[in-house]
């Protein structure tokens, strides 16, 4: 059967790509399970949620939250923003399927793929369910991608959020907590007993998000380098809703739904395209470090697939002019280092530098980050000047010394190149012959900068 595209996996980039797509184009969608399930569930920045995504979507947060082991006082909320609005996955997801059907294209559910080969006419794949021919295959098979392992992209660069949680039922009310609340990276003194010292205190992070009066979704994160597996995540979840005086809340809630699974984030030069193959969504890293892949799929799956779209059109799909198919909307270096940033505070950092990094989105902190700036990262939406902002705060409250303490020294570069705009290039070279080469602390550190070279 020859289709203009065939879709490796059914899951939100596969889907929302193949709706769009299937307009114009004969696509085939392959999914190993049954499309458009899933056992993710999402909140989203309210900017990415368009027209056609709105009506599945609900509520929303409305209050942000933090709780941190070391300040106990480190408590903080915002009502600055409109909402994040949940995504209904059990809605939406189907609603996909349907429009790829009804726009006379098929998705096919139990069709594992298997193999591929590409030709200069096309592309042939091999699934449990038979072989397809098409001109363009989009791989959409998430953070475990067996097509971009047979192409031996590498992924030794990635840190992985590895999530474990559940959608609870609390028929005695919320202890407290309000609808739309949502609890960003409470960290305890011991999530962890039993694993090695650096996951100690404060690792995993933990979450939780309201949904309705009677309703919540809690979770634990870990950013690492090593993805970390269920059996494992379980019993740390299990206790910290059972046992943790700062989880009261959730110690008789009734769990309805086990969610969980991993993703990449933190990776800014993955391989995106080979010849007639283009990934997309995870299996592209399309993510930040707090792992909003569905953000980053609904902020990009409708202009990735005009280029798509035009790619088609023109019969430019070879390695090159699908690699120069831009993936998102906007990116700079400065925002890179934010991101960097931001992974090496959540995987690396030791905890009380974690918790005093969460505190700064506290109002009463003197170097307040507005809540906000944390979406405009994580979408990729932030502005230079926004982005000097949030560094500036970052480079107040902490000196140099305690964030290279935990920057590997091949991104420390980037953070200094970047904080030459708040010391200028001549302090900087003081710094960075100081780093490089271990010898003297810098003679005449600028006081005014905010920096401190002790
Ligand atoms: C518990 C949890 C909570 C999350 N919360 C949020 C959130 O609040 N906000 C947010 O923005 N993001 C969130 N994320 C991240 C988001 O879910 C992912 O980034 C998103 O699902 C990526 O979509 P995808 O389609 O690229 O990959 P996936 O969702 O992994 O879908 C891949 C699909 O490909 C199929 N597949 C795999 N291999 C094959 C094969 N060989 N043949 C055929 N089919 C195959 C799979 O079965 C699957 O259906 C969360 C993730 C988890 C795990």
């Known amino acids: 059967m020859q289709y203009d595209a065939v879709i490796i996996g059914g899951g939100p980039a596969g889907l929302a790509i193949a709706s769009e797509l299937s307009r114009n184009w004969r696509v085939l969608v392959v999914e190993k399970g049954v499309a458009g ?62 429009t790829v059907r009804a726009n006379g294209s098929e998705v096919l559910d139990q069709c594992e793929y298997r193999s591929h080969e590409v030709s200069g006419s096309g592309v042939s794949i091999a699934t449990a369910r038979g072989k397809f021919q098409a001109r363009l295959l989009i ?34 009310g919320l202890g407290g907590m309000e ?18 010292a650096s996951l100690q205190q404060g690792r995993p992070v933990f979450e939780y998000e309201i949904l309705d009066p009677r309703t919540s979704f809690s979770l634990i994160l870990y950013l690492r380098k090593e993805i970390i ?31 969980y699974g991993w ?3 933190g990776s800014v030069s993955q391989e995106l395209a080979r010849e007639r193959v283009i990934f997309a969504g995870d299996a592209a890293c399309w993510t930040t470090p707090c792992g909003w892949g569905m953000s980053f799929i609904l902020n990009n799956y409708r202009d990735f697939s005009g280029k798509l779209d035009a790619a088609l059109r023109a019969d430019r799909l070879g390695r090159t002019e699908l690699a120069a198919i831009p993936h998102f909307r906007f990116r700079e270096r400065s925002e890179i280092v934010l991101n960097t940033l931001i992974t090496h505070f959540l995987s690396d950092a030791a905890a009380p530098l974690l918790d005093r990094f969460i505190g700064l989105f506290n109002p009463a902190s003197p170097n ?10 994580f979408t990729l939406d932030i502005t230079t ?41 001549e302090a900087l070279a003081d710094v960075r012959r100081w780093f490089h080469l271990g010898g003297d602390t810098p003679a005449s550190p600028n006081r005014n900068s905010g920096f401190d070279f002790n």
């Open 179 to 196: 609808v739309g609340d949502y609890m960003l990276w409470q960290t305890f003194a011991d999530t962890n007993r039993n694993a090695d």
């Open 263 to 265: 993703y990449p984030s």
């Open 229 to 259: 597996t269920r059996e494992a995540m379980e019993p740390v979840y299990q206790r910290i809703i059972r046992e943790e005086a700062g989880t009261a809340a959730f110690h008789d809630m009734t769990i309805k739904e086990i969610k």
């Open 368 to 377: 307040h980050i507005d809540p906000l700036y944390c979406e405009k990262v």
């Open 385 to 425: 000047e926004e982005v000097h902002i949030m560094l500036g705060a970052v480079l107040k409250a902490f000196t140099l010394k305690e964030l290279l303490s935990f920057l590997p020294l091949s991104e420390s570069g980037l953070l200094l190149e970047e904080a030459a705009y708040f010391v200028g290039e």
């Open 139 to 172: 791989d959409c098979t998430g953070y475990n991608s067996p097509i971009a392992k047979q192409y031996g992209i590498s992924r030794a660069g990635y840190y992985w959020w590895s999530v474990f949680g559940a959608i609870g039922d609390h028929p005695n």
């Open 37 to 98: 399930t899933t056992n993710r569930s999402w909140f989203v920045p309210y900017n990415v949620v368009d027209d056609l995504v709105r009506p599945f979507t609900f509520g929303g947060v409305t209050r942000f939250l933090a709780n941190t082991c070391t300040g106990a006082t480190a408590q903080w909320q915002a009502r600055q923003f409109e909402r994040y609005p949940y995504v209904n996955e059990k809605t939406l997801l189907p609603h996909w399927v349907e």
